[in-house]
T-cell receptor, first 114, second 114 residues
């Protein structure tokens, strides 16, 4: 499996501000993913981030709200823009490394928006 | 997308008993399935996977069964231990023609009583 870290691990933010979450992997990976997990719920895919191309967003998620960067094969960022309390969630990055479909997850970033 | 609710299904077992966690999936085109364990405050941890050309796969203390006829997946945990207490998610791959996109189920909260 891959070792994946996320920063920050948690944050409390004010409405209307933006937060950038970082995801770092200990080895090069082609595919990285960003998920949202609302309190007490399952995981929902926000977007797929591939190096060298625009992120691919899922239905209900847009680039203006969740801009993503993927500058190299070990790093990605997700920004939650113009936050509202409804954005309070755990944000998780994952990587698909072995070309078999397995995804390994980071520890998550716990975001609270006041 | 997935339909999720605020209250997870729960399963409570005694330490040492066997646990069976069930999952129904909707897409008959899904060809790869993963079970994840998520402990409180952590990201999902890969447990075991199975491809659609198999109906059973065993790991250490865990067995995954796949019934494609009724689109049902189960995770069996032998001799359940307090450390197994967590939320368990099934995830399917292959939905919508995307090779690497995972769709997660609602999750089941397993509580192991000592």
């Amino acid at each position: 499996s891959a070792v994946i870290s996320q920063k920050p691990s948690r944050d409390i933010c004010q409405r209307g501000t933006s937060l950038t979450i970082q995801c770092q992997v200990d080895s090069q990976v082609t595919m990285m993913f960003w998920y949202r997990q609302q309190p007490g719920q399952s995981l929902t895919l926000i977007a797929t981030a591939n190096q060298g191309s625009e992120a691919t967003y899922e239905s209900g998620f847009v680039i203006d709200k969740f801009p993503i960067s993927r500058p190299n094969l070990t790093f990605s960022t997700l920004t939650v823009s113009n936050m509202s309390p409804e954005d309070s969630s755990i944000y998780l990055c994952s990587v698909e490394r072995l070309a078999r479909g397995e995804q390994f997850f980071g520890p998550g970033t716990r975001l609270t928006v006041l | 997308g997935e339909s999720v609710g605020l209250h997870l299904p729960t399963l409570s077992v005694q330490e040492g008993d066997n646990s069976i966690i069930n999952c129904a999936y909707s897409n008959s085109a899904s060809d790869y399935f993963i079970w994840y364990k998520q402990e409180s405050g952590k990201g999902p941890q890969f447990i075991i996977d199975i491809r659609s050309n198999m109906d059973k796969r065993q790991g250490q203390r865990v067995t995954v069964l796949l019934n494609k006829t009724v689109k049902h997946l189960s995770l069996q945990i032998a001799a359940t231990q307090p450390g197994d207490s967590a939320v368990y998610f099934c995830a399917e791959n292959g939905s919508g023609g995307s090779n690497y996109k995972l769709t997660f189920g609602k999750g089941t909260l397993l509580t192991v009583n000592p």
